[in-house]
């Protein structure tokens, strides 16, 4: 069974390769189709999209959005990560296993590329 909830990477493309990210709590529908978070919704690209694998219902806007890696290099491109204040302390001791980063709520992120 799949959770409700679950703190993931977040990254709007905005027809870049890397975006504006944060890590954040989001919320699966009943159905595990949607995606919900900071007030979007998303729904997945089945695989056709490029550097992307969700959309924002609303705006059609392309998003990054993937399970946290340990190791921090989420992006596929070097960015700015934002972690959202209500999880910060969760992510960085649960997460990444540095809870004695748990007041850093920016980091750079590496990229694979």
Known sequence: MKPKNRIMYIECKGGEL?????????????????????G???????????????????????????????????????TDVTIDEDIREEYWSQIRNQPQNKDISQFRARGKY
């Open 40 to 78: 979007k919704t998303f729904e997945t690209l089945n695989g056709n999209g490029y550097k992307a694998n969700y959309f924002d219902v609303e705006t059609g806007e392309r998003y990054w959005i993937s399970g946290c890696r340990k190791d921090g290099m989420d992006a596929l491109y070097n």
């Open 18 to 38: 890397a975006g504006a990210a944060r890590i954040g709590r989001v919320h699966f529908s009943k159905s595990g189709k949607s995606i919900h978070y900071d």
